[in-house]
């Protein structure tokens, strides 16, 4: 992507009267808390002549305290005999701490004012300190720490297991009054002993899956919610999951679930969100009421459980029921969640019962946060088996 970009640039023959060979371009920009008010500001960064990344083996990395991301670059380039500019920045890490204790909003909007960042930028949040993750993440496959980043980004809707919120995402969803912001959520890993491995599940925060080796310690899973500009708390990879399929920001992904008839066994199901979730809400005696309806397409990806699924259309139900009351449960053990805990709604729901005010006073007097947190929720999963994949008679059957 990088790449690409350079490419346009070579072809206008300049950038704001400097030559390509002289700039230097921020990729990845973290934001932690610095000493006076300051922020702590971390660049990663290339050169366009060397894609130092790549050719050295190992990013540049520079950190540093300044008052404003203008200043940052002034001083970031005592660094560097390279012009350098955030022209080309993809994402900006937040610290989890300095998201708690600062008006994260009122931070980025400084992003917007000056015409060097695009509204397009991911915004993620660190459960580390931005500068430590950032110099924590490298590929043992040759990405740089953007490509990882960016790849990542792209799987998103293949996993569901983190959003991808981009500055101008956060910037409205913050403004808007009607809806929670939130970030992508990442940290390190820390490595267990074999011994002390559970079974795997993504009902797991970024940093918490069980595993040893791989290629890169630092693992993006869950979300960050922000209220009143500030990081409130996060979200495991399974309730990302479940905000991103509310939103219909999901394609498919893989749920293991135990066999209905035989309890020690599992079946595999590749879930496909076709459609859109159908959400109605009206007010009964005053209590806002939602009905969540969402209908999912699935394949039968594999199964230990020899049972014939293909022909037998009970059991198929049994593992179509299973399912949904499972997900069910989940959804409104989620919805409960921001109920009590965030006290807003990071789902973007407001549409389904804002069209019956006519103005937007009528709207405002409504305080749609507060009728949300004691709303009544009526969650259905549809999902319906429509696929088996390579297929075979059930071990021992004639």
Not at 105 to 116: H, I, K, N
Not at 294 to 307: K, M, Y
């Amino acid at each position: 992507m990088a790449v690409t970009s350079l490419t346009t640039l070579l072809l206008t023959g300049c950038w704001d009267n400097h030559e390509l060979e002289s700039l230097a371009f921020v990729t990845v920009l973290g934001i932690d808390e610095g000493k006076h008010d300051n922020l702590k500001i971390t660049y990663q960064y290339f050169t366009p002549t060397t894609e130092a990344p790549k050719v050295h083996g190992a990013p540049l990395i520079t950190t540093f305290e300044a008052p404003s991301f203008g200043v940052a670059e002034n001083i970031a380039n005592v660094t560097t005999d390279r012009m350098i500019t955030s022209q080309q920045l993809k994402v900006t890490m937040i610290g989890e701490k300095f998201g708690k204790k600062n008006d994260v909003a009122r931070v980025l909007e400084g992003m917007v004012r000056s015409r060097t960042y695009r509204r397009d930028i991911m915004l993620i949040t660190s459960i580390e300190s931005a500068n430590t993750t950032i110099r924590a993440n490298r590929s043992k496959l040759g990405s740089t720490s953007l490509d990882f980043i960016e790849n990542m980004r792209n799987q998103h809707s293949f996993t569901g297991l983190m959003p991808v919120e981009t500055l101008n995402d956060f910037l409205v969803a913050n403004e808007s009054g009607d809806r929670l912001a939130y970030t992508a959520l990442v940290a390190i890993n820390k490595p267990a002993p074999l011994s002390k491995m559970a079974g795997e599940d993504v009902n797991r925060e970024a940093g918490q899956f069980s595993r040893q080796g791989g290629d890169d310690k630092v693992e993006f899973a869950g979300a960050e919610i922000y209220r009143a500009d500030r990081a409130a708390g996060r979200l495991t990879g399974q309730e990302a999951r479940i905000l991103l399929m509310l939103k219909h920001e999901v394609k498919t992904f893989l749920v293991g679930l135990r066999d209905p008839i035989h309890k020690e066994r599992r079946n595999t199901l590749l879930i496909h969100q076709f459609l859109s979730p159908r959400v109605s809400a009206h007010l009964d005696k005053g209590r806002l009421h939602f009905i969540i309806n969402v209908p999912l397409d699935a394949t039968l990806d594999s199964s230990t459980a020899e049972l014939n699924y293909v022909q037998d259309v009970t059991l198929r139900h049994k593992l179509e029921k299973q399912f949904n009351h499972s997900f069910e449960q989940e959804t409104i053990d989620l919805i409960k969640r921001c109920q009590t805990e965030f006290k807003g709604d990071p789902f973007g729901l407001a549409y389904a019962i804002k069209w019956r005010f006519l103005t937007e006073n009528d709207w405002k007097k409504f305080n749609y946060t507060k009728h949300f947190n004691e709303a009544r929720f009526t969650v259905y999963y549809d999902v319906q088996i429509s696929n088996f994949g390579k297929q075979r008679a059930p071990y021992g059957s004639d």
